[in-house]
């Protein structure tokens, strides 16, 4: 158990819906990372907030956004989705903002578009 | 943008063999780090490198860093079942916060 905690574990929606993923990143960790695996893909880097504040972006579209509140819990939304979006996302958590961070991940959210 | 690039993308292993997966870059990193997911499973830390040539040992994985910082290496001796998953590196550059995840190399392993 890394400590971040992912909510829901499953979701299944329609194209067109939009969805909101939940994180809370491990206690007294202050970043909180997103990616996207596809199916046989690599992780994909969406993007990284700071102790609430964006940090840095990846390949996120333009119908995903995502925020991190006071309390440091951190939401993804995905609207108009698209049978692509398909795919687990994670969040990590990082103590800090460095890339020399470990990164603790999340167990995921499958998400499942029909 | 900064690739990092992992090869193979499968391996599959007679259990008591060795095998090398390799991580590439065509910038020089700041580290790299090596995560492991097994299957159903999320990512998790193995280690980081930062210096030039650095090596490092976990039991029967060895880890290495490139003398240019341009590259990696996993190596696993007499490979066991529990060390079926997929190994990602993840490189990042000097000044960037963000890592950069290879596709990874999806091990199995021959009984």
């Known amino acids: 158990d890394s400590g971040v905690t992912q909510t829901p574990k499953h979701l299944i929606t329609a194209t067109g819906q939009r969805v909101t993923l939940r994180c809370s990143p491990r206690?007294?960790?202050?970043?909180v990372y997103w990616y996207q695996q596809s199916l046989d893909q690599g992780l994909q880097f969406l993007i990284q907030?700071?102790?609430?504040?964006?940090?840095a972006k990846g390949n996120i579209l333009e119908r995903f956004s995502a925020q991190q509140f006071p309390d440091l819990h951190s939401e993804l939304n995905l609207s108009s989705l698209e049978l692509g979006d398909s795919a687990l996302y994670f969040c990590?958590?990082?103590?800090?903002?460095?890339?020399?961070?470990?990164?603790?991940f999340g167990p995921g959210t499958r998400l499942t578009v029909l | 943008g900064q690739q990092v690039m992992q090869i193979p993308q499968y391996q599959h292993v007679q259990e008591g063999e060795d095998f090398t997966t390799y991580c590439n870059s065509s910038?020089?990193?700041?580290?790299i780090q090596w995560y492991k997911q097994r299957p159903g499973g999320h990512p998790v830390f193995l280690i980081q490198?930062?210096?030039?040539?650095e090596v490092k040992k976990q039991k029967r994985l060895t880890f290495q860093f490139g003398e240019a910082k341009k590259n990696s290496s996993l190596h696993i001796t007499a490979t066991q079942t529990t060390d079926v998953g997929t190994y990602f590196c993840?490189?990042?550059?000097?000044?960037?916060?963000?890592?950069?995840f290879g596709a990874g190399t999806t091990v199995t392993v021959r009984a």
């Open positions: 990590a958590s990082s103590v800090v903002d460095g890339s020399t961070d470990t990164q603790y």
């Open positions: 907030y700071y102790n609430g504040e964006e940090r």
């Open positions: 490198l930062v210096k030039s040539g």
């Open positions: 910038t020089t990193l700041s580290n």
């Open positions: 993840a490189g990042s550059l000097y000044n960037d916060y963000k890592l950069s």
């Open positions: 206690s007294g960790d202050l970043s």
